[in-house]
């Protein structure tokens, strides 16, 4: 299977393939271990040694369960669980992204941009103020709220 030849007509479904350990320097792994099945392993496992430094109901608990089964449940769960269809690594930067940005911006290639939307203008006629027709225009500008304004000419001055 190793010695397979492939032609690649496109490259859409290369970046999709699973990258796979086999070996680790020299060593040869029983079992090809998928490379973010690893990863998962290794940040299970800190977690439960710093649990069981932090905590002392811990030391109850055998090395076997918590260095090697619970280590390879979590990153078994985190393999295969799909948050909002994105890997969990993918989820939390999107969670802590949206934590940080200031409302009104975002960000793209690592620059953060103010959204720059036009103000909405309603605009409607209310009634009749001796013989003129009396127009009140309110505009929503982003981030400051509503202003009133009411038209010169069809009240008097003194609103503006």
């Known amino acids: 299977m190793e010695n397979e030849n492939y032609t690649v007509r496109t490259y859409a479904k290369l970046w999709k393939h699973e990258k796979v350990m086999y070996a680790i320097q020299n060593a040869k792994l029983p079992l090809p ?7 998962y392993f ?11 430094k932090c905590i002392p109901a811990m030391a109850e608990v055998p090395v076997i369960i918590k260095y090697l089964i619970l280590p390879y449940a ?6 295969t669980v799909k948050l909002d269809g ?6 939390v930067a999107g969670i802590m992204r949206f ?6 911006s975002y960000m793209e290639r690592f620059r953060f941009y103010q959204i720059k939307t036009p103000p909405i203008r309603i605009s409607w006629y209310t009634g009749k103020d ?3 027709n009396v127009r009140i225009v309110i505009r929503w500008v982003a981030g400051h709220g509503r202003e009133v304004c009411y038209v010169p000419g069809t009240m008097s001055d003194q609103f503006l």
């Open 33 to 39: 271990v998928p490379l973010h099945m690893a990863l």
């Open 42 to 52: 290794g940040i299970c496992f800190f977690i439960m040694f710093l649990f069981g």
């Open 74 to 79: 979590g990153a078994k769960f985190l393999n």
């Open 86 to 91: 994105k890997m969990p690594v993918w989820f």
């Open 99 to 104: 934590w940080l940005m200031e409302y009104g």
């Open 130 to 132: 001796g013989e003129k």
